[in-house]
Every structure is written in structure tokens, then in C-alpha cells.
Nanobody, 126 residues
Framework: QVQLVESGGGSVQAGGSLRLSCAYSAASEYTRSRYCMGWFRQAPGKEREGVVAFYPRGGTSVYANSVKGRFTISQDNAKNTLYLQMNSLKPEDTAVYYC????????????????WGQGTQVNVSS
């Protein structure tokens, strides 16, 4: 069992930055260290899409092409927190952002994730 709580969303003008946080907890250190963590987003009227998939144990990550070079994922193991630094934001980045955890393949496919946070809203104005 994994619990996820996102925070850090808000409103910003195009070109600005935001940092999202995802506080996570798991039943055991074994579970926490072996789950893939991901950030997804869903804009109004659109499907939920993967932003970045991150395997904490190996430190590897996969980014969606739309955010490469602008978004960076990181973690603070001491705080059990995952971060998504978002720079050079664009209006098309406007969406609800979700943190997710999964025990299957670490890819940008929402079907591979078992646990989801409640989401945090990001609004980017032009």
C-alpha cells in the first residue's frame, strides 16, 4: 500500500516556474524502494498523460517529449518526497498534475500505476 499527497500547484504566467511535491509513504522500505514513481497530468477534456516516470532505486527517468529540457524530477529520501521542477512553463502545461506509484514497468503508461494522489492544479496564463 502506498499513499501519495501532492502539493505546490498554482497559477503562473508563461515562462515562469513551479515546483510540485509528492509526499509518499509505503508499508515497508522494501516496497518504497521498488516502486516506480510517475507524474501525470490531465487537462480539461483530454486524456491523462504521462509527464515523467522515475525509478528511485536506479535513479533513471523517462520524460515526455513535450516537457524534456523544461521539467526535472528529483527526490529527497530523507523526507520521502518526490519533486517536479517545472521551468519555462507554457499555457499548454495547464492541467491537474498527479503523482503515481506502480510496481510494474516504469513507463509513461498510466495503466502501469496502482496508486494515485488527489492531484494539484497548475494554471499557466499567456
Amino acid at each position: 500500500q502506498v499513499q501519495l499527497v501532492e502539493s505546490g500547484g498554482g497559477s503562473v504566467q508563461a515562462g515562469g516556474s513551479l515546483r510540485l511535491s509528492c509526499a509518499y509513504s509505503a508499508a515497508s522500505e522494501y516496497t518504497r524502494s521498488r516502486y516506480c514513481m510517475g507524474w501525470f497530468r490531465q487537462a480539461p477534456g483530454k486524456e491523462r498523460e504521462g509527464v515523467v516516470a522515475f525509478y528511485p532505486r536506479g535513479g533513471t527517468s523517462v520524460y515526455a517529449n513535450s516537457v524534456k529540457g523544461r521539467f526535472t524530477i528529483s527526490q529527497d529520501n530523507a523526507k520521502n518526497t518526490l519533486y517536479l521542477q517545472m521551468n519555462s512553463l507554457k499555457p499548454e502545461d495547464t492541467a491537474v498534475y498527479y503523482c503515481a506509484a506502480g510496481s510494474s514497468f516504469c513507463v509513461l503508461d498510466r495503466s502501469q500505476y496502482n496508486y494515485w494522489g488527489q492531484g494539484t492544479q497548475v494554471n499557466v496564463s499567456s
